[in-house]
């Protein structure tokens, strides 16, 4: 059976120890506060990381992989693989995939380059699904297939404190209509099909937004199972509380990651922000 | 006479470059013909892009060598229609160029008229008005320059000439274009090729830049985010085949789309068409060799996401909002939501008709929501429809809060109705509390009052009354709020002290831990308070 071996990238916000687990190589993005840069989640643990944020006069910057990361991946899988799958977060937000893109075309074995229009958990789901899928046997194609087919089935909404981060950061896209509102309003925004932010509503009082973002699963599922991912940039809080109105809700939901945002994307959302990414429970 | 010292042709492009950066935004702007999908100026800037990093792999060389790279490197990177022109317009220029042993007058002028003439065989159905109309002025006036004997003819002044001509035919390419005089601009491609040749023939000659001297106005595209298009799909791909037949390659292409536009340069050929069978063009072509930077754009996606991007869209198409208020810190927060005109009124004076017909009619925009934030002034707002040709939609909005929860859900990008609709059920969302003085006294229910006591109204009645605006704003607010309630906002108004304004938020927020509070100034007159809660 040919061997096939999958690559990401740090933004999937998932902990280290997970990739060595499933047998994933993981390249990090860097997050860099002034001249130090740290790697995401192996140098920058969230939690140390919004500590520093918190302490820093400065907006951190982050840097996408270099392709040599990705060749020197790839070489590596290359001596025991016969092909890769690299999947990674949305090229609207990132360079990412054009560095995987650029190491692929000189690896020794086939890489297929995915970009998922996802970020955060919302990769992680689907890497997740196509770990399952490799380990009953999945051939690359099919691999590649279904990560297709499951990216564009993950919807990412997220509520962030301030849209502070993510103009300075120039990751606003569309959503920057919201600013510059005098009224005090708490945007819910959405990772487009494009893998751009945009906004979805806009509301006033934390409690709507909660409200919303469970209406949203709940449209979302019409009466089926749902697989659900939720982060948090230091609002532990947040996630409970999304549980319990989605249990009141009656929604039929597995809790397939919980994270907090790694550095890179809480560089663009800022700390109290929180995320439900979602997608149907089956194919 | 030849040229004056010659900085190396990479400088020169690089200057051409940015300019066009520089004016990317205003060229896209402009660009109604022959799609109004805004993007003429970023295509001639990917197209010279790929022109400056040809030159840079290529780095330096004989002059046909750097000639031969600026070709390549237009028709590799070429994308557009504009794009696909101004590369064959480079190419003749450049063929022009390279077969010259000394370059004079004479020489440049036969070199535009070649760009000129590259550019018009390789368009399948010239139209005149565009990049192609310039062009050709401008290699005409070079061309009779050249022939003048005496200083005149020399190489600067024939530059020179052909520049002003090209910014002069510019101006003129609405007389050319019904299209482009509907929609009140210049053509998109020939600005650019003004801004490009401008920046040039400065770097060139040492000169400061003056492409939008040369133009005059060029007015910008009013865009409808309505789509309309016969052909969905721009398709463009080069294909690299040793025999490939431009005039039968064009004639298939004919067959099944528009905009068609064939450029070959020996075994390289770039193709663009508008169409809507992409697969065909691309199955026609794989069949003939083999294909590189293969494009296919939805052009329906791209006109759709530019209206919902704002843009261009944003300022004429799309949905304006006029709304009725008093108060400038209330006008502020209007205008911040999206409201593009406020008309003066409220309670004591309502504005006519005429006057919310002509903040209506004063909008760029062509669909337009009304807020009269007023029950007094919702009969008139009603009646702006039979008064003004554009589609009103009157949202029935009978407060200032319900104002502002309506344009919570704007949404620019969607229809008139769709948004009338949206912010129509939003404004059921929000309760609306008014304190003000009782012109008279009475009593209402249990509530009793003298003249000039502060009362409390909500949902039509009178809720509470009394002499301090302290207590009358905190018992109203609690009478307002229940359990389903997540947010407050409160607007004071004229005349309210700050230490008074303060005391109340203080209270209001205590009594009402869980709720977000948000504070406002609104400047209005003879409501101290005016509250929402939702």
């Given at each position: 059976?040919?061997?096939?071996?999958?690559?990401?990238?740090?933004?999937?916000?998932?902990?280290?120890?997970?990739?060595?687990?499933?047998?994933?190589?993981?390249?990090?993005?860097?997050?860099?506060?002034?001249?130090?840069?740290?790697?995401?989640?192996?140098?920058?643990?969230?939690?140390?990381?919004?500590?520093?944020?918190?302490?820093?006069?400065?907006?951190?910057?982050?840097?996408?992989?270099?392709?040599?990361?990705f060749?020197?991946?790839?070489?590596?899988?290359?001596?025991?693989?016969?092909?890769?799958?690299?999947?990674?977060?949305?090229?609207?937000?990132?360079?990412?995939?054009?560095?995987?893109?650029?190491?692929?075309?000189?690896?020794?074995?086939?890489?297929?380059?995915?970009?998922?229009?996802?970020?955060?958990?919302?990769?992680?789901?689907?890497?997740?699904?196509?770990?399952k899928a490799?380990?009953?046997?999945?051939?690359?194609?099919?691999?590649?297939?279904?990560?297709?087919?499951?990216?564009?089935?993950?919807s990412?909404?997220?509520?962030?404190?301030?849209?502070?981060?993510?103009?300075?950061?120039?990751?606003?896209g569309?959503?920057?209509?919201l600013?510059?509102?005098?009224?005090?309003?708490?945007?819910?925004?959405?990772?487009g099909?494009?893998?751009?932010?945009a906004?979805?509503?806009?509301?006033?009082?934390?409690?709507?937004?909660?409200?919303e973002?469970?209406?949203?699963?709940?449209?979302?599922?019409?009466?089926?199972?749902?697989?659900?991912?939720?982060?948090?940039?230091?609002?532990?809080?947040?996630?409970?509380?999304?549980?319990?109105?989605?249990?009141?809700?009656?929604i039929?939901?597995d809790?397939?990651?919980?994270?907090?945002?790694?550095?890179?994307?809480?560089?663009?959302?800022?700390?109290?922000?929180?995320?439900l990414?979602?997608?149907?429970?089956?194919? | 006479?030849?040229?004056?010292?010659?900085?190396?042709?990479?400088?020169?492009?690089?200057?051409?470059?940015?300019?066009l950066?520089?004016?990317?935004?205003?060229?896209?702007?402009?660009?109604?013909?022959?799609?109004?999908?805004?993007?003429?100026?970023?295509?001639?800037?990917?197209?010279?892009?790929?022109?400056?990093?040809q030159?840079?792999?290529?780095?330096g060389?004989?002059?046909?060598?750097?000639?031969?790279?600026?070709?390549?490197?237009?028709?590799?990177?070429?994308?557009?229609?504009?794009?696909?022109?101004?590369?064959?317009?480079?190419?003749?220029?450049?063929?022009?160029?390279?077969?010259?042993?000394?370059?004079?007058?004479?020489?440049?002028?036969?070199?535009?008229?070649?760009?000129?003439?590259?550019?018009?065989?390789?368009?399948?159905?010239?139209?005149?008005?565009?990049?192609?109309?310039?062009i050709?002025?401008?290699?005409?006036?070079?061309?009779?320059?050249?022939?003048?004997?005496?200083?005149?003819?020399?190489?600067?002044?024939?530059?020179?000439?052909?520049?002003?001509?090209?910014?002069?035919?510019?101006?003129?390419?609405?007389?050319?274009?019904?299209?482009?005089?509907?929609?009140?601009?210049?053509?998109?491609?020939?600005?650019?090729?003004?801004?490009?040749?401008d920046?040039?023939?400065?770097?060139?000659?040492?000169?400061?830049?003056?492409?939008t001297?040369?133009?005059g106005?060029?007015?910008?595209?009013?865009?409808e985010?309505?789509?309309?298009?016969?052909?969905?799909?721009?398709?463009?791909?080069?294909?690299?085949?040793?025999?490939?037949?431009?005039?039968?390659?064009?004639?298939?292409?004919?067959?099944?789309?528009?905009?068609?536009?064939?450029?070959?340069?020996?075994?390289?050929?770039?193709?663009?068409?508008?169409?809507?069978?992409?697969?065909?063009?691309?199955?026609?072509?794989?069949?003939?060799?083999?294909?590189?930077?293969?494009k296919?754009?939805?052009?329906?996606?791209?006109?759709?996401?530019?209206?919902?991007?704002?843009?261009?869209a944003?300022?004429?198409?799309?949905?304006?909002?006029?709304?009725?208020?008093?108060?400038?810190?209330?006008?502020?927060?209007?205008?911040?939501?999206?409201?593009?005109?406020?008309?003066?009124?409220?309670?004591?004076?309502?504005?006519?008709?005429?006057?919310?017909?002509?903040?209506?009619?004063?909008?760029?925009?062509?669909?337009?929501?009304?807020?009269?934030?007023?029950?007094?002034?919702?009969?008139?707002?009603?009646?702006?429809?039979?008064?003004?040709?554009?589609?009103?939609?009157?949202?029935?909005?009978?407060?200032?809060?319900?104002?502002?929860?309506?344009?919570?859900?704007?949404?620019?990008?969607?229809?008139?109705?769709?948004?009338?609709?949206?912010?129509?059920?939003?404004?059921?969302?929000?309760?609306?509390?008014?304190?003000?003085?009782?012109?008279?006294?009475?009593?209402?229910?249990?509530?009793?009052?003298?003249?000039?006591?502060?009362?409390?109204?909500?949902?039509?009645?009178?809720?509470?009354?009394?002499?301090?605006?302290?207590?009358?704003?905190?018992?109203?607010?609690?009478?307002?709020?229940?359990?389903?309630?997540?947010?407050?906002?409160?607007?004071?108004?004229?005349?309210?002290?700050?230490?008074?304004?303060?005391?109340?938020?203080?209270?209001?927020?205590?009594?009402?831990?869980?709720?977000?509070?948000d504070?406002?100034?609104?400047?209005?007159?003879?409501?101290?308070?005016?509250?929402?809660?939702?």
């Amino acid at each position: 059976m040919p061997r096939i071996g999958f690559v990401t990238d740090s933004t999937a916000d998932l902990d280290p120890a997970y990739y060595d687990e499933h047998d994933v190589v993981m390249v990090p993005l860097a997050v860099r506060f002034g001249k130090e840069s740290y790697l995401d989640w192996v140098e920058m643990r969230p939690e140390t990381f919004y500590q520093a944020l918190a302490a820093s006069e400065v907006l951190p910057k982050t840097s996408q992989p270099s392709a040599q990361q990705f060749i020197e991946a790839y070489d590596r899988l290359a001596r025991r693989c016969d092909s890769i799958i690299s999947l990674h977060l949305s090229a609207a937000l990132s360079g990412t995939v054009q560095s995987a893109e650029i190491a692929a075309r000189q690896a020794d074995v086939p890489v297929t380059v995915i970009d998922t229009k996802l970020a955060s958990l919302g990769i992680a789901l689907v890497l997740d699904e196509a770990l399952k899928a490799r380990s009953g046997g999945a051939s690359h194609d099919d691999l590649v297939e279904i990560i297709s087919r499951r990216s564009s089935s993950v919807s990412t909404l997220f509520y962030v404190d301030t849209l502070r981060y993510l103009e300075k950061g120039g990751r606003i896209g569309k959503a920057a209509a919201l600013v510059g509102s005098l009224l005090k309003i708490r945007p819910i925004l959405q990772l487009g099909e494009d893998g751009i932010v945009a906004p979805y509503k806009k509301v006033k009082g934390t409690q709507r937004v909660y409200a919303e973002l469970v209406q949203a699963v709940a449209d979302h599922a019409a009466g089926g199972p749902v697989k659900i991912a939720l982060v948090h940039a230091a609002n532990p809080e947040s996630l409970q509380r999304l549980k319990r109105l989605l249990d009141e809700k009656g929604i039929a939901f597995d809790v397939v990651f919980e994270s907090y945002v790694g550095s890179v994307i809480g560089t663009y959302l800022g700390p109290g922000a929180f995320g439900l990414i979602f997608c149907p429970a089956e194919t | 006479m030849s040229l004056p010292a010659r900085p190396p042709s990479a400088d020169l492009m690089a200057a051409g470059l940015r300019a066009l950066q520089r004016h990317e935004e205003e060229i896209n702007a402009l660009n109604v013909f022959p799609v109004p999908d805004g993007d003429t100026g970023t295509n001639l800037v990917m197209t010279v892009q790929a022109v400056c990093d040809q030159l840079a792999q290529a780095g330096g060389g004989s002059l046909s060598e750097q000639l031969n790279a600026i070709t390549l490197g237009s028709l590799m990177g070429a994308r557009g229609n504009s794009g696909v022109i101004l590369s064959q317009i480079i190419r003749g220029i450049c063929d022009g160029l390279s077969q010259a042993e000394a370059v004079d007058a004479r020489v440049v002028a036969d070199a535009l008229q070649n760009g000129c003439r590259v550019a018009y065989q390789a368009i399948r159905k010239p139209v005149e008005g565009t990049m192609l109309t310039v062009i050709r002025d401008a290699a005409d006036a070079a061309t009779e320059r050249a022939s003048a004997k005496s200083v005149e003819g020399i190489v600067n002044h024939v530059l020179e000439a052909a520049l002003r001509e090209a910014g002069a035919s510019v101006s003129r390419t609405p007389d050319l274009l019904p299209v482009l005089k509907e929609a009140g601009v210049v053509d998109a491609g020939g600005f650019g090729l003004v801004v490009l040749g401008d920046a040039i023939v400065a770097s060139l000659l040492g000169r400061l830049e003056e492409a939008t001297d040369l133009v005059g106005a060029t007015g910008t595209a009013v865009i409808e985010p309505e789509v309309d298009l016969d052909y969905r799909f721009c398709t463009e791909l080069v294909v690299r085949s040793a025999g490939l037949d431009a005039e039968r390659a064009e004639n298939f292409l004919t067959g099944i789309g528009g905009s068609v536009m064939v450029a070959s340069s020996g075994q390289v050929a770039r193709i663009h068409v508008h169409t809507n069978t992409p697969w065909s063009v691309i199955e026609w072509a794989a069949a003939r060799g083999s294909l590189d930077k293969v494009k296919v754009d939805d052009m329906v996606a791209q006109v759709k996401e530019r209206a919902a991007a704002g843009g261009v869209a944003k300022a004429q198409g799309g949905v304006g909002v006029v709304a009725v208020a008093n108060g400038g810190g209330i006008e502020a927060i209007l205008r911040s939501l999206g409201v593009s005109a406020v008309v003066n009124g409220g309670q004591t004076m309502n504005p006519s008709a005429a006057e919310l017909r002509d903040a209506v009619d004063s909008l760029a925009q062509r669909d337009v929501i009304l807020l009269p934030n007023n029950p007094n002034i919702v009969l008139t707002a009603q009646q702006v429809k039979q008064l003004t040709t554009k589609q009103v939609a009157v949202v029935a909005t009978r407060s200032i809060p319900e104002a502002f929860a309506a344009l919570l859900a704007l949404d620019v990008s969607v229809s008139l109705g769709e948004n009338a609709e949206a912010m129509d059920a939003a404004t059921k969302a929000v309760k609306t509390g008014e304190i003000t003085h009782a012109v008279r006294g009475g009593r209402s229910g249990a509530v009793k009052f003298k003249k000039a006591d502060l009362i409390g109204i909500s949902d039509g009645k009178i809720r509470v009354a009394g002499r301090k605006l302290e207590t009358t704003a905190a018992r109203l607010v609690a009478e307002m709020v229940d359990g389903e309630d997540s947010a407050i906002t409160l607007i004071f108004g004229d005349g309210v002290e700050s230490g008074e304004a303060e005391r109340i938020v203080e209270k209001v927020a205590k009594k009402h831990p869980r709720l977000d509070l948000d504070v406002q100034h609104g400047g209005q007159p003879l409501y101290p308070l005016i509250i929402g809660v939702e």
